[in-house]
Each structure stands twice: as structure tokens, then as C-alpha cells.
């Protein structure tokens, strides 16, 4: 059973740094794009910041210069390294990961079961 385990959350003050882990784990073919969603209350979940199999970042706007998100294709292991945090900052977030489980199978999307990062003002 292919699943992703995120890990790192928690409560920091504004300007504080936080990092975030996600691991997959099972029966693994392939990975293509591993990624951070984040969905704070009363509000959608959004794009945080995406990087491709070949190390392709994409970041929000809100996140530009602040967040750095890198992969270790060797582990299947993807950290989120975020610094200069703002109470904005505060949700819910989310790991996923495009996976292929057996050659059998097309790609399909992963998620993982959300970690709280609450920062204070």
C-alpha cells in the first residue's frame, strides 16, 4: 500500500522556521511531481510549492524567497524548509505526490494526511 507520512509541524512565532518532511512509503514504480498544499479554515486549499522528478521548483507568490521545497529521489522523501514565517502562514498542509504503484498502473494522485503549522503573532 503506497502512502505519504508528513511530519515537522507544529507552533512557532512569526519569524520563526519550520521544517516539514514528507516520506513515501510501499510499493513504488515511479514519482513524478511531489508537492506542498496548505488549506488554513474558512478558505480553499491552495499551491504552496511543487518540484518535479528533475528538481523543477514552483512556489506561490506568498511563499517566494521564504520557502524552499527539495526532494531526495533516493529516500522518496520531499522537505519543505520554511523560514521567516507570518501568522498567514497558519493551516493545514498537505503533501501529494504523482505516483505510478506497479507498471501496470497509470499515475494517480497521493495524498498525505495534513500537518498543522500554526504560527503566532
Known amino acids: 500500500q503506497v502512502q505519504l507520512v508528513e511530519s515537522g509541524g507544529g507552533l512557532v512565532q512569526a519569524g520563526g522556521s519550520l521544517r516539514l518532511s514528507c516520506a513515501a512509503s510501499?510499493?513504488?514504480?515511479?514519482?513524478?511531481?511531489m508537492g506542498w498544499y496548505r488549506q488554513a479554515p474558512g478558505k480553499q486549499r491552495e499551491l504552496v510549492a511543487s518540484i518535479t522528478s528533475y528538481g523543477i521548483t514552483n512556489y506561490a507568490d506568498s511563499v517566494k524567497g521564504r520557502f524552499t521545497i527539495s526532494r531526495d529521489n533516493s529516500k522518496n522523501s520531499m522537505p519543505l524548509q520554511m523560514n521567516s514565517l507570518e501568522p498567514e502562514d497558519t493551516a493545514v498542509y498537505y503533501c501529494?505526490?504523482?505516483?505510478?504503484?506497479?507498471?501496470?498502473?497509470?499515475?494517480?494522485?497521493?495524498w498525505g494526511q495534513g500537518t498543522q503549522v500554526t504560527v503566532s503573532s
Open positions: 510501499g510499493s513504488i514504480v515511479m514519482i513524478g511531481t
Open positions: 501529494y505526490a504523482n505516483m505510478k504503484a506497479s507498471p501496470s498502473e497509470y499515475f494517480s494522485d497521493y
